[in-house]
């Protein structure tokens, strides 16, 4: 009987893709607080308000599969996947429970289609950086 030996990189992944989701939503939570002090400062339009929200989102997804991925780092396009449906799946959660209410099916399948498929273009962009030397 053989010994199955796994590779290190493989045990810490759903941890790295949980780090991942958890840093998107810090980094979004923050964010929206001051997006909303901005507000008050500057009223904007609602398609200004939209477009800084899906920017948001981006810019929180790319920080969230650097934390799960890292420079360098393996499966980057698979990690940013989870990470950036993970963290929609999150959001999308949060949302339904402040408002009562579920989202329909076609924006929370588009919300979970934009978050995955950024969430993968950012890792495969983190797994091609050059890794950190020690």
């Given at each position: 009987?053989?010994?199955?030996t796994?590779?290190?990189?493989q045990?810490?992944f759903?941890p790295?893709v949980?780090?991942?989701?958890?840093?998107?939503?810090?980094?979004?939570?923050?964010?929206?607080?001051?997006?909303?002090?901005?507000?008050?400062?500057?009223?904007?339009?609602?398609?200004t308000?939209?477009?800084?929200?899906?920017?948001?989102?981006?810019?929180?997804?790319?920080?969230?599969?650097?934390?799960?991925?890292?420079?360098?780092?393996?499966?980057?396009?698979?990690?940013?996947?989870?990470?950036?449906?993970?963290?929609?799946?999150?959001?999308l959660?949060?949302?339904?429970?402040?408002?009562?209410?579920?989202?329909g099916?076609?924006?929370?399948?588009?919300?979970?289609?934009?978050?995955?498929?950024?969430?993968?273009l950012?890792?495969?962009?983190?797994?091609?950086?050059p890794?950190?030397?020690?």
């Open positions: 009987m053989q010994k199955t796994r590779i290190r990189t045990d810490n759903l790295r949980l780090k991942g989701v958890l840093t998107a939503s810090l980094v979004s939570v923050a964010s929206i607080a001051g997006f909303a002090l901005a507000l008050k400062a500057a009223p904007m339009t609602d398609t308000i939209l477009v800084i929200n899906q920017v948001l989102k981006v810019v929180s997804i790319l920080i969230g599969v650097l934390s799960a991925v890292g420079r360098g780092g393996a499966k980057g396009y698979l990690k940013g996947a989870l990470t950036g449906g993970g963290y929609m799946v999150f959001g959660g949060l949302s339904a429970l402040a408002s009562m209410q579920l989202p099916v076609l924006t929370a399948l588009s919300e979970l289609a934009f978050g995955g498929a950024v969430g993968a950012c890792g495969a962009f983190a797994a091609n950086l890794a950190k030397r020690s």
